[in-house]
């Protein structure tokens, strides 16, 4: 096993490429819709017969090309460049650091600029390539208001919630660190192509509860969603919640992506205890409305996520309350082995039961794929995100190696 010092500070590390200032004090056009961008341009003076050509074209540039750079958007008029310029920002967030772990994970530490009279603030984003997919894990917020008691992210007070912007942002940025869009030198005009891609799938499950920022994450997912530009299909989009009751249906309604429960637990006093926000929408209520998310079908299945705590909610009788929980609901259910972080007092359930607890789930009539741990060895597996600001102390440090050596053993 590699030193934790060599984890931590992200080693092997990849050179990255200069960015642009992004505190500029300029408004940025990524993450308007097509209607905010035309009103943007109509402010600054432009013309109203020009102003659908204009959004099309911009639009084009920024989603299709992946140009951060005005400069770069030859078939607009120099006169127009320059305004752009002189008004507007679509700079990409600073990289403050790149960790790539063992199994090709990827980790981007990115740092926003202030907001009003806040200060910068730093999320984290994740790439996770599989065979036949690449899945890109999103941060809604900066850190989290619901500490769920398993999860590290939930240790990171909120900050505050992330504009549609710095939500797209993550998606344009790791595009371009991974080569995802198009060569520069490919014509205007000319059909770009859409196969090959690095990343086939988004999942909202980064940093954060997505639906406490309901209307700045719909807005993103929508434009991440268009046919005209990064054209994404919803069915390869999934919103995870820990269970928002409330905005459950309007995801499906306004938004129409898939769905995903941060599930974990099935009773009532158990879940208060792993996620918070059971107490206020309990396992009546959310489950009644999963039944109602429009859409729901077999081919458009909710998720069910469940992390693996060892004697906590691992036992036979959790799967049997699962199945019966779940009844008539098209669901599948991901098993998730529990990714250790600095200062957890829960374990991993052994991994003879996690497989006990699977079969019996498939027997069931439900699919159970067991989540392969991914990044764990740079803290970008599932529930380790957390905010590279809230540095590790040098004694959770020593106690996380000892744990992943203890675990893994040191030639891993």
């Not at 992210?153 to 942002?169: H, P």
């Amino acid at each position: 096993m590699a030193s934790l010092d060599a984890v931590i500070s992200g080693k092997p590390k990849m050179a990255l490429a200069p960015v642009q200032d992004a505190i500029s004090g300029k408004p940025s056009l990524i993450g308007l819709d097509r209607e905010q961008l035309a009103a943007a341009l109509r402010d600054k003076g432009v013309p109203e017969k020009q102003v659908k050509m204009r959004v099309a074209q911009i639009w084009n540039w920024i989603y299709v090309r992946g140009i951060s750079d005005f400069d770069a958007m030859s078939n607009v008029a120099k006169d127009m460049r320059e305004m752009l310029k002189a008004n507007f920002a679509i700079a990409r967030p600073e990289i403050v650091e790149e960790q790539v772990s063992n199994d090709g994970t990827r980790k981007w530490l990115l740092r926003f600029p202030p907001r009003g009279a806040g200060r910068p603030v730093e999320v984290e984003t994740v790439y996770i390539p599989e065979e036949g997919r690449g899945t890109l894990c999103i941060s809604s917020q900066v850190g989290c208001s619901l500490t769920c008691s398993f999860c590290h992210t939930g240790t990171q007070k909120l900050v505050r919630n992330l504009t549609s912007e710095e939500i797209l942002s993550q998606l344009l940025l790791a595009r371009d660190r991974l080569g995802d869009f198009p060569d520069r030198d490919v014509p205007v005009g000319a059909m770009v192509p859409s196969s090959d891609r690095k990343i086939t799938n988004v999942v909202m499950m980064g940093m954060g509860e997505p639906l406490y920022n309901f209307e700045e994450v719909k807005r993103a997912l929508l434009i991440a969603s268009d046919g005209d530009g990064l054209s994404l299909s919803k069915r390869r989009i999934t919103l995870s919640t820990s269970g928002v009751v409330p905005e459950i249906y309007r995801t499906g309604e306004e938004i129409g992506v898939m769905l995903a429960i941060s599930l974990h637990a099935v009773r009532d006093e158990l879940r208060d205890m792993l996620v918070p926000i059971n107490k206020k929408y309990p396992l009546k209520d959310l489950i009644a409305a999963c039944r109602a998310y429009p859409g729901l079908s077999n081919a458009r299945r909710i998720t069910f996520e469940y992390v693996m705590l060892k004697d906590v909610n691992d036992s036979l009788e959790d799967a049997k309350g699962l199945v019966q929980l779940l009844k008539g609901v098209p669901a599948k259910i991901n098993l998730i082995p529990f990714n250790p972080w600095p200062g957890t007092n829960y374990q991993c359930s052994d991994w003879a039961q996690i497989e006990k607890f699977a079969d019996f789930i498939n027997q069931a009539g439900y699919a159970s794929p067991i989540r392969t741990p991914r990044g764990r060895d740079i803290l970008a597996a599932c529930g380790q995100l957390k905010s590279e600001s809230e540095r590790m102390r040098k004694t959770e440090r020593l106690a996380f190696e000892a744990m992943m050596i203890a675990n893994h053993g040191e030639d891993d």
